[in-house]
T-cell receptor, first 110, second 114 residues
């Protein structure tokens, strides 16, 4: 029961540039979360945005949520080599489980 | 430091063998989850438990079993009935069984077939 779908599937940018990833989902949500996964590791929670919020910031991260379009975006500003990872959006379902998308693989080029 | 510990990091299974993956947390979280991740894919939910001595099937429970005898522990057994067990297995926990809290993850167990 896939809910969120990230776009693009893969993204390569030069160090210092901004990276934008998008997430679309199908049904109404209470909140949406973004996670990062470094290769061979577990997921790390980045940010949670509630359905009544439109934008949220955390350091170099900016997340927006448009519930009318059922979409969210994650912007990483001034990218660094350490930002190379996969990024997943996750939404809650009516059974209070969290459903993950397939992720965007971000590669920061030196 | 509080966290989730998964062991072993790598595991090999012979045909017809059951193997058990360990997941222990010292975060005092109520709910625990097991996910399977295949290459280039997202996470698929295998089983979850919102309270001790209770657990529910996720989307791909066939060929797997779990127990939740203690709050800290949620082991996953991959049985011989699971015909394609090669994957990366992730355990997660959450303070309550609600979907509005961030999940904390272990560093995974990579299971391969010999």
């Amino acid at each position: 029961s896939q809910q969120g779908e990230e776009d693009p599937q893969a993204l390569s940018i030069q160090e210092g540039e901004n990276a934008t990833m998008n997430c679309s989902y199908k049904t109404s949500i209470n909140n949406l979360q973004w996670y990062r996964q470094n290769s061979g590791r577990g997921l790390v929670h980045l940010i949670l945005i509630r359905s009544n919020e439109r934008e949220k910031h955390s350091g170099r991260l900016r997340v927006t949520l448009d519930t009318s379009k059922k979409s969210s975006s994650l912007l990483i500003t001034a990218s660094r080599a350490a930002d190379t990872a996969s990024y997943f959006c996750a939404t809650d379902d009516r059974d209070d489980k969290i459903i993950f998308g397939k992720g965007t693989r971000l590669h920061i080029l030196p | 430091d509080g966290g989730i510990t998964q062991s072993p990091k790598y595991l090999f299974r012979k045909e017809g063998q059951n193997v058990t993956l360990s997941c222990e947390q010292n975060l005092n979280h109520d709910a625990m989850y097991w996910y399977r991740q295949d290459p280039g894919q997202g996470l698929r939910l295998i089983y979850y438990s919102q309270i001790v001595n209770d657990f529910q099937k996720g989307d791909i429970a066939e060929g797997y079993s779990v127990s939740r005898e203690k709050k800290e522990s949620f082991p996953l057994t991959v049985t011989s009935a699971q015909k394609n067990p090669t994957a990366f297995y992730l355990c997660a926990s959450i303070i309550t069984g609600k979907g509005n809290q961030p999940q904390h993850f272990g560093d995974g167990t990579r299971l391969s077939i010999l």
